[in-house]
């Protein structure tokens, strides 16, 4: 049912509504007023009462409660925030109960109950000792090793299981952020774990919000956190390489690190990364594939409201500019070649996105990348340069190559 009719007090309730029945009253700021008693529009997020088409009559309907994320975080108590995240049905969060209904998760907090019906319960004492939890993390490890079937004996999924205990220990022991600095060698830590078990977007965003981090502090920690990943691909073989990329594209794509701060970041880490691994500029090449746009559902790329081909070059210009001009040539190239990989062979002039003018454009970039890559001069050196004065046509040729 939805929870249960009210009184003006949301603590006092007092009746049912049943999901699927109508009732009838009068909308008073968003609530809906049944003669002495009321309902909320909106539950979660979601709503929750859906006009008929008859005057001041609504079905009590819980279908779109169904296809929310997971319980809203919020910054205040009582108060919706569309912006601070969820935590996933079925999942686990680390809190300390408030004893007034609410748990609070670092600096947010989460309902007990949804509108009388609990949604969140105890599974773990916080009392546990520090000794048997390192113990279980021990044997939880030694079974993954070893191959233990998916979900032992209680039937949990081992991944989440595993989730849970970086997340408990990065909130326990290991804070990424104290004294309002960030604590590298934790965060360093986070990194390695997740990617030693994080399988899938979810995993990396759930994690990410476990971190519990104040808005004043995600800027410097994103950044942080890709110059560590950067760092992870020294010496990574390049099988190795994708994976790590499609965590960072995760955790842009999902919102969790800032694009801004994501550009930042390639920016000021990704041309030293370059000198100890060579290969790294593979990392933007899968990043620049992920971010291109595609309707959503369609297998790859980003659906993103406001989000185009323009708005996706002007970052491929702005991310390659400090680049040397024959390494930013390579990470284009890599991320077409994707392109074409994930398109079943289709060549980058067949896409419906890349009309003559952008293919233009492309390979104009490409040509002029290509004739100063002798020339140690970075790729925004070279686009500022211009055409190049000899060897033009031989050089957009060449690019051309890479596109057809």
């Known amino acids: 049912s939805l929870g249960k009719a009210l009184t003006q007090r949301p603590e006092d309730y007092i009746d049912l509504a049943e999901w699927g029945s109508e009732v009838s009253g009068v909308a008073e700021e968003g609530w809906l007023r049944v003669k002495d008693h009321y309902l909320p529009f909106t539950l979660n997020g979601a709503p929750v009462l859906k006009p008929t088409g008859e005057e001041g009559t609504f ?20 108060a919706e925030d569309k912006e601070c995240g969820t935590a996933r049905w079925g999942g686990r969060v680390l809190g300390r109960d408030e004893g007034d209904g609410w748990v609070r998760v670092g600096y947010r907090f989460l309902p007990k109950r949804l509108n009388g019906t609990r949604v969140l319960t105890l599974t773990k004492p916080a009392a546990q000792g520090k000794a048997k939890a390192r113990a279980k993390v021990k044997a939880k490890a030694r079974a993954a090793a070893a191959g233990a079937g998916a979900g032992g004996e209680d039937g949990a999924d081992p991944v989440e299981d595993r989730l849970f205990d970086i997340c408990k220990e990065i909130q326990s022991n290991r804070p990424v952020v104290q004294d309002g600095a960030v604590v590298t060698g934790n965060l360093r830590w986070f990194v390695v774990k ?3 078990v994080a399988k899938t977007a979810s995993h990396w965003e759930h994690a990410w919000v476990q971190l519990c981090l104040l808005e004043e502090h995600r800027k410097a920690v994103s950044i942080e956190m890709v110059r560590l990943f950067m760092d992870f691909m020294v010496g990574l073989p390049q099988e190795r390489i994708r994976p790590v990329s499609d965590a960072l594209a995760y955790l842009t794509k999902g919102q969790r690190i800032k694009l801004g701060a994501m550009e930042e970041a390639i920016n000021l880490h990704l041309p030293g990364t370059l000198r100890r691994c060579p290969s790294a500029w593979q990392l933007l090449s899968c990043l620049l594939v992920h971010w291109f746009p595609r309707p959503k559902g369609y297998g790859w790329g980003w659906s993103r409201v406001g989000w185009s081909w ?16 024959e390494t930013a040539f390579e990470a284009i190239c890599g991320a077409l070649g994707q392109m074409e990989e994930y398109e079943d062979g289709k060549g980058t002039y067949e896409h419906e996105l890349w009309n003559e003018c952008r293919l233009a454009t492309l390979r104009e970039k490409l040509g002029l990348l290509d004739a100063a890559s002798d020339s140690g001069v970075t790729a925004a050196e070279a686009a500022a340069a211009g055409a190049p004065s000899s060897g033009a046509e031989e050089a957009s040729e060449v690019a051309a190559a890479h596109l057809e």
């Open 59 to 78: 079905k009590v309907d819980k279908d779109s409660l169904k296809v929310c994320g997971g319980l809203r975080y919020t910054h205040v108590k009582g």
């Open 194 to 196: 997740m990617l030693e």
């Open 310 to 325: 323009m708005e996706w070059w002007k970052l491929v210009e702005r991310v390659t500019g400090a680049l040397a001009a």
